[in-house]
């Protein structure tokens, strides 16, 4: 099995910044793509970034230059740097990691989500 921990999430205001870490831990041989996706109530979970074994990454545009993704292989994290953020930035925030497991099988993991809250 692999768990993801997620932690950072908390209550900001408008403007200020946070820094979310997701660290994989498990019967992990290879964590190929890391991500974080939002949810707000009564709406589908988001895309919010991606960032690839090799280090390259995607964010969605409506927090591209306010956010970035980043990762560290040696630790299995990944991190989600926040930066003027938005009372539409408020959400949960679920890190997700697509693993080789040892046994040779790949699927996503699905951390338990950290609540962003920005106030006005």
């Known amino acids: 099995q692999v768990q993801l921990v997620e932690s950072g999430g908390g209550l900001v205001q408008a403007g200020g910044s946070l820094r979310l870490s997701c660290a994989a831990s498990?019967?992990?041989?290879?964590?190929?793509?890391m991500g974080w996706h939002r949810q707000v109530p009564e709406k589908q979970r988001e895309l919010v970034a991606t960032?690839?074994?090799?280090?390259?990454?995607n964010v969605v545009d409506s927090v591209k230059g306010r956010f970035t993704i980043s990762r560290d292989n040696a630790k299995n994290t990944v991190y989600l740097q926040m930066e003027s953020l938005k009372p539409e930035d408020t959400a949960v925030y679920y890190c997700?990691?697509?693993?080789?497991?040892?046994?040779?099988?790949?699927?996503?993991?699905w951390g338990q989500g950290t609540q962003v809250t920005v106030s006005s």
């Open positions: 997700a990691a697509f693993v080789t497991s040892w046994g040779g099988s790949s699927r996503h993991y």
């Open positions: 498990g019967r992990i041989a290879k964590i190929n793509s």
């Open positions: 960032v690839s074994s090799d280090g390259s990454t």
